[in-house]
């Protein structure tokens, strides 16, 4: 499935394969930086700055427009409603405990740490799930998504020299 979408994204150029790879919620910044490294020769700053921004993209549509989303599915698509609920309900699993105890703070942590299904579009269903305000949804979760990029470039740019 990924080697489908990086081949579909090579048809256009290396800068916006970047942005619209790390804005995918398979991908995220945690592909997009490797992959425009490696596969697509970006010089590994352009990389980490185009992941970012790319990462971040859905934040805004995902927060003001799941609800609508929802409301639209729960009247035409009814599945679809129940996929939705379903994908809500496992991030807020994901990061109740942690938001209870640590505020938004939480959504930081959780962002910043690159591992798989704790990138931006967990957090912000989490944060929408929470009731989060977007303020405070929009610092953590945009700082989490620069660590992550810092970390995931160290990673990557590590492995080249060590290997």
């Known amino acids: 499935m ?3 979408i ?3 994204l090579g048809q256009f150029p290396t800068w916006l394969a970047t942005i619209l790879l790390a804005a995918t919620p398979v ?11 490696y596969i697509w020769t970006i010089n590994p700053l352009n990389a ?14 995902l927060y003001y427009g799941l609800n609508s989303l929802r409301r639209v599915t729960a009247k035409y698509l009814p599945s679809l409603t129940r996929l939705i609920d379903s994908s809500i309900d496992r991030a807020e699993g994901r990061v109740k405990e942690k938001y209870a105890r640590y505020g ?3 959504l930081f ?3 910043a740490l690159p591992l798989p299904f704790t990138g931006l579009w967990t957090a912000t269903l989490a944060a929408v799930a929470l009731k989060v305000p977007v303020r405070y949804a929009l610092i953590g979760e945009l700082l989490g998504i620069i660590v992550a990029g810092i970390i995931v470039s160290s990673v990557s740019l590590s492995a080249d020299i060590l290997f």
Request: hydrophobic share 65%; proline share 8%.
């Open 2 to 4: 990924l080697d489908t």
């Open 6 to 8: 990086i081949n579909f």
């Open 27 to 37: 991908g995220e910044l945690r592909l997009a930086i490797p992959v425009a490294v």
């Open 48 to 61: 980490f700055g185009l992941a970012i921004i790319g990462n971040f993209l859905p934040f805004f549509p």
């Open 104 to 106: 938004a703070l939480a």
């Open 109 to 111: 942590l959780f962002t």
